[in-house]
């Protein structure tokens, strides 16, 4: 079967660093992608990893290794608007390049 | 700037009624999904639409329905509103290719009463 796992809550204090962890175990896999979630409003894109290894993005990075069925995206220097869900995704083949979601990590950043 | 609108934010419906959410994209995408979002179940599948008039079963299709007519618009029908049908519908756009970001509509609040 298809599943992906994170935890359901985080919270982290602005400034800090936090890193959200995702496992998988899929049947097929055509990359990981992160989306950002905030609270009533569509999820946007933030990363995509296909190749083992860290890739950054100003304040944000997202890793991934395949052998391990591992990512973790980490958000450094945190800011209040960064409060929000965090949605991990894996690109899965056998048919026109379907998504499967994780459940979603709400990260609450305090003062 | 690229777009998915979804028709309502806010849709409040009686149990059996037949519903429609619509759904237009202005990237020219080829492929279309419909998502419903429940807390911790995460998004889930319902139909996915990869070309005019085609469309494929997701992982919850059953009391929905799907229609594309033309290449911009995507409509999820619920056959006969039930209250476990009460929940967060997302619309998504695609271009081909496995490295491609979906865009997601807003959303559409659906409560069965």
């Known amino acids: 079967g298809q599943n992906i796992d994170q935890p359901t809550e985080m919270t982290a204090t602005e400034g800090a660093i936090v890193q959200i962890n995702c496992t998988y175990q899929?049947?097929?896999?055509?990359?990981l992608f992160w989306y950002q979630q905030h609270a009533g409003e569509a999820p946007t894109f933030l990363s995509y990893?296909?190749?083992?290894g860290l890739e950054e993005k100003g304040r944000f990075s997202s890793f991934l290794s395949r052998s391990k069925g591992y990512s973790y995206l980490l958000l450094k220097e945190l800011q209040m608007k960064d409060s929000a869900s965090y949605l991990c995704?894996?690109?899965?083949?056998?048919?026109?390049?379907?998504?499967?979601f994780g459940a979603g990590t709400r990260l609450a950043v305090h003062p | 700037d690229v777009k998915v609108t979804q028709s309502s934010r806010y849709l409040v419906k009686r149990t059996g009624e037949k519903v429609f959410l619509e759904c237009v994209q202005d990237?020219?995408?080829?492929?279309m999904f419909w998502y419903r979002q429940d807390p911790g179940l995460g998004l889930r599948l319902i139909y996915f639409?990869?070309?005019?008039?085609?469309?494929e079963k997701g992982d919850i299709p059953e009391g929905y329905s799907v229609s594309r007519e033309k290449k911009e618009r995507f409509s999820l029908i619920l056959e006969s509103a039930s209250t476990n049908q009460t929940s967060m519908y997302l619309c998504?756009?695609?271009?081909?290719?496995?490295?491609?970001?979906?865009?997601f509509g807003q959303g559409t609040r659906l409560t069965v009463v």
């Open positions: 899929t049947s097929g896999f055509n990359g």
């Open positions: 998504a756009s695609r271009l081909p290719g496995v490295n491609t970001e979906a865009f």
């Open positions: 990893n296909v190749l083992d």
């Open positions: 995704a894996v690109g899965v083949s056998g048919g026109y390049n379907k998504l499967i």
């Open positions: 639409s990869y070309d005019v008039k085609m469309k």
């Open positions: 990237m020219d995408h080829e492929n």
